[in-house]
């Protein structure tokens, strides 16, 4: 995941120092976008051209726990349908993220909806446009903000009788709760082997500041998420169809403001059971290694991933993720799609 600048903030918060609370809500509230291990697992949040992997329809279930150590303070969940609609050659899909810093300290939600359209350059070329629109909401928990004012040299925050001191600040004019309209678009050129895509999340720049002081890390603005991923998809052997046995290697670039990771890795799934690992470097330093087994059985599937850091946050526990996939399209249906796209299905 993408380390935010509030998470940060909200880590030191847990630790009691005194200024978080004052930057956490004045100049730097704002964030860069998490993103899930499991890529494959949550395709229309890196990018929403893969609205509609199934005619049947798809139900999307993810879970993320970052740096558990420090009590479960970055927690993210995310829900989503999609499905394809082929008389039309275009997909449909909506979702809902949520993002939980500082155990609700700091709280943001993001409710989408997704359009695709497929078009078919020959038998085998195709690209697909897909665009997102959504609202996202932030929410401050004011009454667990510590500043300055109520820091007691001699006993901190808190009183001897067990009380937090009084503070002289009072919410911002404009509440402690922002909502905001997002808008982003992505591009996927693939045939039956290869794909690769570019995705433009917060096109708009969506304006997220409590205090209305500029807080974004590019000027105006929550800072656009420009993501470049690739991959292939290289069947091994079949049981009965297309795709059973296959290895899935892949790269994903994002960039966000002045932060930017890199991803490579590869899956490889047998039938019902499938393992992974990917390599993480951020701008400045490697990150993590990321291990994941997964399990099918008829349209269900479920995964679990770790992400091993390899930083200097090491002791914080790295990063536990789970999804869980419902494909209404599972079966021989799955051969009908002309495609690479069976690890995100």
Known sequence: MIICCYRLLARLMVKALPFCAVLLV?????AQDPVFSQFYAAPLELNPAFTGGTEGGKIGLNYRNQWPRLNQAYVTYSASYDQFFPFISSGFGISVLTDNAGRGLYKTTDVSLYYAYVLRVDQTLQIRFGLEAGMINSRVDWSRLIFLDQIDPEFGPISPGG???????????????LSVFDISMGLLVFNETFYGGLALKHMNAPEFSFLKINTDLTGTGLPMRVSAHGGAEFDVLSLGRRGSVFVAPGIQYIRQGDFSQLNIGTIFRYDKVGTGVWYRHTSTNPDALIFMLEGRQDQFRVAYSYDMTLSSLGDTGGAHEVSFIVNFDYGSSESKYNDCFNLFR
Request: charged share 15%; no cysteine; aromatic share 10%.
């Open 26 to 30: 004045g100049n730097y509230t704002m």
């Open 163 to 177: 009380l937090p001191y009084p503070s002289e600040e009072v919410p911002p004019e404009t509440g402690t709760s």
